[in-house]
C-alpha cells in the first residue's frame, strides 16, 4: 500500500465514527486526539480500549450488541491488519495507562513540573530530546528510588495483553517502541511477553554511587526523529513489507514520514 492515508479522532467515551471509509474508534483516555495512518510503514494511533483493533484481524462476524455494532471495519483496515507484518506499540499512554515519567516523577516528589515538560514533549512544541533531559534533571533520581518504583507493578490497558496474545496468534511479530525508559518497559514486556530484544526505548544511567548520570543518547528514542529510525531498523532487519505503529503522541506522527 504505497499512498498515505490518515484520520484523526477525538477522546470521548466508547463510540465509534466513520471517515473517509476508514474505522475510526474513539477512546476515552488521557489522549486528546488519535491519528491512523497507512504507509508501506502503517500507523494507528490510538490509548486504552483494542477491541475493534481485534476484530480487525480477522473477517467481521456477528455478535450482541455493543458500542461499535453501527460502524464495522472497512475492508482498508482489515487489509492494514492482515497484511502487517509486524506491529510497534508505544508504551506510556498506549499500552500502559499511565505515562511513566510522569508516575516516577510523582514518586519522586516532581510531578507537575515534569508533567508540564510531557505535555510540551507530546505535542511537539520541543524537541524530544530537550524534553527528556529536562525532565530527568528535574526528577534526578537515585538508583535506589527506581529500584523501589519498580516495586509497583505496571498499570495495562485494558485488553491489550488480548490484543498481543490475537497478533502472536496471526503470527504477527510485536514490538515496544518507547521514549521512555527501558527499566520501566522491561516488565510490561515480561507480562505481555515481548522478547527483550524487540524494546526500543532510552536507558536511565547511574554512576557508581547509584547517583543519576543521564540518559544514553545512542538511544535512537532518545531524540525527535528517533522512532522512524528505529521502525526502519526494525524493518530492514527483518525484512517486513508492512509494520503498524501504534501510539499518542508527536513523536508517533512521525513515522508515517517517507522513509528510505
Known amino acids: 500500500m504505497e499512498g498515505l492515508m490518515s484520520f484523526r479522532a477525538n477522546s470521548v467515551r466508547a ?16 489522549i486528546t486526539s488519535t491519528r491512523v495512518s497507512v504507509h508501506p510503514i502503517g ?7 483494542f477491541n ?11 455478535s450482541a450488541v455493543t458500542p461499535f455494532d453501527n460502524t464495522l471495519p472497512s475492508k482498508e483496515v482489515l487489509d492494514v491488519w492482515q497484511n502487517a507484518n509486524a506491529v510497534c506499540f508505544d508504551v506510556d499512554s498506549t499500552v500502559c495507562i499511565d505515562e511513566g515519567i510522569d508516575e516516577f516523577a510523582e514518586f519522586c516528589g516532581a510531578g507537575k513540573a515534569v508533567a508540564e515538560w510531557t505535555a510540551r514533549a507530546m505535542n511537539g512544541s520541543v524537541p524530544f530530546e530537550d524534553a527528556l533531559a529536562a525532565r530527568l534533571s528535574l526528577i534526578n533520581p537515585s538508583l535506589s528510588q527506581l529500584q523501589d518504583f519498580l516495586k509497583r507493578p505496571p498499570r495495562l490497558s485494558p485488553g491489550i495483553d488480548l490484543l498481543v ?3 502472536k496468534d496471526e503470527k504477527k511479530d510485536v514490538y515496544l517502541v518507547s521514549g521512555g525508559f527501558r527499566q ?15 524494546i526500543f526505548a532510552n536507558q536511565m544511567l547511574f554512576g557508581s554511587d547509584g547517583e543519576c548520570a543521564g540518559f544514553d543518547k ?13 521502525v526502519q531498523q526494525i524493518k530492514k532487519a527483518h525484512g517486513y513489507k508492512s509494520v503498524v505503529m501504534i501510539g499518542d503522541g508527536a513523536t508517533d506522527l512521525e513515522v508515517p514520514e517517507p522513509l528510505p
Open 15 to 30: 463510540v465509534s465514527r466513520q471517515q473517509s471509509s476508514v474505522l475510526v474508534p474513539t477512546f476515552s483516555s488521557k
Open 43 to 49: 500507523m494507528v494511533r490510538n490509548s486504552r480500549l
Open 52 to 62: 475493534s483493533f481485534v476484530a480487525s484481524v480477522q473477517p467481521v462476524v456477528a
Open 165 to 167: 496474545k490475537k497478533l
Open 184 to 198: 520501566m518497559i522491561n516488565p510490561v514486556a515480561s507480562i505481555l511477553g515481548v522478547p527483550i530484544e524487540n
Open 218 to 230: 545512542n538511544e535512537p528514542t532518545s531524540r525527535s526523529g528517533g522512532k522512524p529510525t528505529a
